[in-house]
């Protein structure tokens, strides 16, 4: 081990061990665990409502929200996990490098909130546009299959898990993922441009997933007036409360891309060109 690899390994551990004793952390990361008890118990009585009062609602439908409650499920316990493992650590660890993180684990804990992000919004959008099926094909839409629905879950899954592979081979590739981690992120130089990119796309998505929302909620109130005056409206009004939950958590991700993604990404870009800039002018740089 030569002496800049020494240098990197005792950096990274002064780096966890400061991190972890910084009093913002100390307060975030208890109030994150308690959001992560509040999903986790939400989604538990959720599915125990749903059993004892079951809402009936179209196949395809039921597909896309069964994936994703279980994003947001899967998304909170590596979250809580992760959280706990560095609680556990700073109250028993007896040198500054026992916090740091095995690359193999910090892949574990880190790659299903990056599945989380690259599905979540593909799902909103499905079911929006299931949504928008229903709507328009009010006569026939309950007479229909399941393939939507599957076809759907099979592209967001698909295309999380191809971002997931893109995150894993450009850390790889880099030299920082050859030795265990201090603060855990799968961000390098390698791929924070392309996560830039994603997060600006996922955010058009969901602008586009809000204005469908919005769209259909005039229908369907269009329709409700219609079928009050005539009596013949065919489109199940069980799924309204569900539609409404769906709206609200489109609105929920909507305001999370826009406070904390957007200067994340910002933070991320203003690095990149910061370097790229030291890089064609290292005159400035002795100063």
Not at 10 to 16: E, L, P, R
Not at 64 to 93: D, E, P, W
Request: proline letters at 3%; a positive charge; aromatic letters at 16%.
């Amino acid at each position: 081990m030569n002496s800049s690899t020494i240098c990197t390994v005792s950096s990274s551990c002064i780096d966890i061990a400061q991190f972890l004793k910084q009093p913002l952390y100390q307060i975030t990361s208890w109030v994150q665990l308690a959001i992560v008890l509040v999903i986790l118990v939400s989604i538990f009585t959720l599915i125990r409502r749903w059993l004892v009062h079951k809402i009936t609602i179209h196949g395809n439908l039921m597909i896309l929200v069964f994936n994703l409650v279980f994003l947001y499920c899967l998304n909170a316990v590596f979250c809580g996990a992760s959280i706990i493992r560095y609680k556990i650590l700073f109250y028993f660890y007896s040198s500054n490098c026992d916090l740091r993180t095995p690359a193999w684990l910090a892949f574990v804990l880190t790659a299903p909130p990056y599945l989380y992000l690259a599905a979540n919004p593909g799902i909103h959008f499905f079911i929006m546009a299931e949504r928008c099926r229903a709507t328009l094909f009010a006569r026939h839409y309950e007479n229909e299959g399941f393939r939507f629905g599957w076809i759907c879950s099979a592209i967001s899954w698909v295309f999380a898990f191809s971002f997931i592979l893109y995150i894993i081979l450009t850390d790889l590739s880099a030299d920082g993922f050859s030795q265990p981690l201090g603060v855990v992120s799968l961000t390098s130089r390698n791929n924070a441009q392309g996560i830039i990119y994603l997060h600006y796309a996922l955010l058009l998505l969901l602008i586009v997933t809000s204005i469908g929302d919005f769209w259909i909620k005039i229908m369907n109130q269009k329709q409700l007036n219609r079928s009050a005056k005539y009596g013949n409206y065919s489109v199940s009004k069980k799924a309204w409360p569900f539609a409404f939950i769906v709206c609200k958590c489109q609105k929920e991700i909507m305001w999370q891309f826009i406070i904390q993604r957007l200067p994340f990404c910002c933070y991320i870009r203003q690095s990149h060109w910061s370097q790229q800039d030291s890089q064609r002018r290292p005159d400035k740089i002795t100063g």
